[in-house]
Nanobody, 126 residues
Framework: QVQLVESGGGLVQAGGSLRLSCAVS????????MGWFRQAPGKEREFVSA????????YYADSVKGRFTISRDNAKNTVYLQMNSLKPEDTAVYYC???????????????????WGQGTQVTVST
């Protein structure tokens, strides 16, 4: 059974930074592509960033490009999302997800991911 556990969310002022972590257990972490998504109240879950198993294939949503950085440590079975220059519109529950079908490709669609974490709240105040 694959489990994903996010941590690192919290309350931060606009312009501040947070680093989210997602610890994965249950299978060989290096065989997954990983993604980060977020969902604000009343909105659909949206893509934030994704990385292939090797790290060679990366995508970012336009809204976070230049501010957020995805990374992974396969030795620690963990993927990270460094979030800088946070804005109030970044407020959402952030989810990590794992794709085992095509780990060499970073994907942006919710339906492409097989496993999900429970989410961590990020709140950015003005």
């Amino acid at each position: 059974q694959v489990q994903l556990v996010e941590s690192g969310g919290g309350l931060v002022q606009a312009g501040g930074s947070l680093r989210l972590s997602c610890a994965v257990s249950g299978r060989t972490f290096s065989s997954y592509a990983m993604g980060w998504f977020r969902q604000a109240p009343g909105k659909e879950r949206e893509f934030v960033s994704a990385m292939s198993w090797s790290g060679g294939n990366l995508y970012y949503a336009d809204s976070v490009k230049g501010r957020f950085t995805i990374s992974r440590d396969n030795a620690k079975n963990t993927v990270y999302l460094q979030m800088n220059s946070l804005k109030p519109e970044d407020t959402a529950v952030y989810y990590c997800a794992a794709d085992i079908a095509q780990p060499w490709v970073a994907k942006i669609a919710v339906d492409d991911y097989d496993y999900w974490g429970q989410g961590t709240q990020v709140t950015v105040s003005t």
